[in-house]
Structures are given as C-alpha cells and as structure tokens.
C-alpha cells in the first residue's frame, strides 16, 4: 500500500490580493528549487489541508496549495453572510492561478487535484497550456449541466427517502440547485442555515456507501465552513460554472503534447466514470486509470496511482 509522505509546514505562505476585495491565501511546501506543482482544491469551497500536502515528494516538488476565493484562509469568507459572491466564478479562479504563478515566479507548473478540482484544473490548462508540464487529475468531472442535474436529481433514485428531504428543503421546486442558491442568500440566517444543513446532509448521503465511507450524521445546522461550501457549490452549479455546456470536453484536444493522468473510481455515484470516459477520448495521450473498487474519495489504489504519476512526472519537465 502506497503512503503519503510525512507531514510538512509550508516554507512560504501569503496572501494574494487578487482584486475584487479578494486576498487569496497560498502556500507552498518541499524545497524552493523543486519542481513546481499546484494543488487545485475540489468543491467548489472545499479549501484545502494539510493532508494534501503528502501527495508530494518534499525532496523533488515545489508545491504551491491555494484556497480559492471564498473558502478557507482567503478573505473574505464565503461563510459570512455579508460576503458577495459577484466576483467568484470560474474566470475569476483561472485568473487567480495565473496571478499566483506569476506572483511565485513560476514558469510552467503540473497541475494536480480532483473532484470541482479536475474541472477547474481542466479549464485553466486548456487556456493556459504553455504554463503546464503535466497533469494529474482525480475524481474526474467537467461540471456539465447533466452532471450537475445527476448528482442533485438522478442519483436520488438510490437514495429516495434521502432526495426527498432534500427535495422539501427546496420547497420542491422544478430548479432545485438554483432554490438552494436563493435560499443560501436568505438575508434570514435561519432560512439560509437551514439550506446549508440540508445541502451539506444531501452530499454526505450520495457518498455514504462508498467503500469505507463513515456513518451518516444528520445535521440540523452547518457551521461557517459547511455554509461556505454550500453557497459556493450552489452559486457555482446554479449557473453551470459560467462555462460553456460541455466546452471542457470538447477543448480537451488543446492539451495534446502534455502528459496525463486521470483517475477514477467506478462506484463514484457524485460523478460517473463517463465524464473522465470521455475527456480521454478527447485528449490525445492521456492516461485514464478507473478502479472498479474506489469511489469518489480516496482509496488505496487511487492513491497509489496518484503518487506513482506524480512520481514519474517529477523526473522531467
């Protein structure tokens, strides 16, 4: 079984003002002459921690992790009611990179991360692909509109007692995610806690059975993190993260010449395997490794994947 390396601070860290009222926190960790990499975080409003940091060799890797804004240790917290969310979608956080990298005066650097993370990975690669060696991607998704109504519709045919309490916190709306993102920005605290807590229920639920998955807990309130993912992930979803529908895939092609990995896990039920399917095809050379085992987190042999690729790419380039 592959382990991840030992725990490690950052040498660096900061915050990056990116504009728009947004400080965007960054840090980075293994040797300042390693080779650069860049960790994009899932959700969207995830953050990242601590953990993600052992992915990387810290004797090859330069790595520089980032909370995009509105999430974590970046200014201001989407978990405040108070926060706008007008300047955070998904051109703003392909901007930010670039502001980072430039700010870090990196060249080229691999990109790494899953889940939301994959997507925006994608689409800051297919824009930006002079500034990326390799990249390595997990949890596949594209953020396509069918996916989005898959993981807030379809899959409550698995789970349908859960889907409607989901369904009844939306009021049974047709626009589920789009109610959920109205409500979330109730100026009534209750009302929008209440959609935070009955969003963050209705993730852990479609994960629930997933190899290794803990015990559901039915929460009745979200704390400041769990309102700031779920804002984030309703804002996001609701407006088809500002892209294009199925534009990911479709400029997949711009990435040929850049080496690739995609990983997945068969059982993921929040997002199937026929996105990263896909994405492959339309990516001359990439690599696309599905464990019949794993689902949408973590496993042992996606892990060992993971850092077997990340590995090899720390050779060259």
Known sequence: MAELFPEIEPFDSGLLDVGDGNLVYWETCGIPDGKPAVMVHGGPGQGCNPRMRRMFDPARYRAVLFDQRGCGRSIPHAGDPGTDLRFNTTDHLVGDMERLREHLGIERWLV???????????????????????????????????????????????????????????????????????????????????????????????????????????????????????????????????????????????????????????????????????????????ELLIDDHSGHRGSDIKREWMLGALARFADYG
């Open 112 to 286: 790494t991360g899953g889940s939301w993370g994959s997507t925006l990975g994608l689409v800051y690669a297919e824009r930006h692909p002079e500034r990326v060696t390799q990249i390595m991607l997990s949890a596949i998704t594209a953020t396509q509109r069918s996916e989005i109504d898959w993981l807030y519709r379809g899959a409550g045919a698995f789970f349908p007692e859960a889907w409607e309490r989901f369904s009844d916190g939306a009021g049974r709306a047709q626009d589920i995610v789009g109610e959920y993102a109205r409500r979330l920005e109730s100026p009534d605290a209750e009302v929008s806690n209440r959609a935070a807590a009955n969003w963050m229920n209705w993730e852990d639920t479609v994960l629930s059975i997933e190899p290794g998955a803990a015990p559901l807990v039915h929460r009745e309130t979200a704390d400041r993190d769990e309102m700031a993912f779920a804002r984030l992930c309703a804002h996001y979803f609701s407006n088809g993260a500002w892209l294009e529908d199925g534009a990911v895939i479709r400029d997949a092609y711009r990435l040929a010449g850049i080496p690739g990995v995609l990983i997945h896990g068969r059982l993921d039920l929040s997002g199937p395997a026929i996105t990263g399917w896909r994405i492959a095809r339309a990516w001359p050379g990439v």
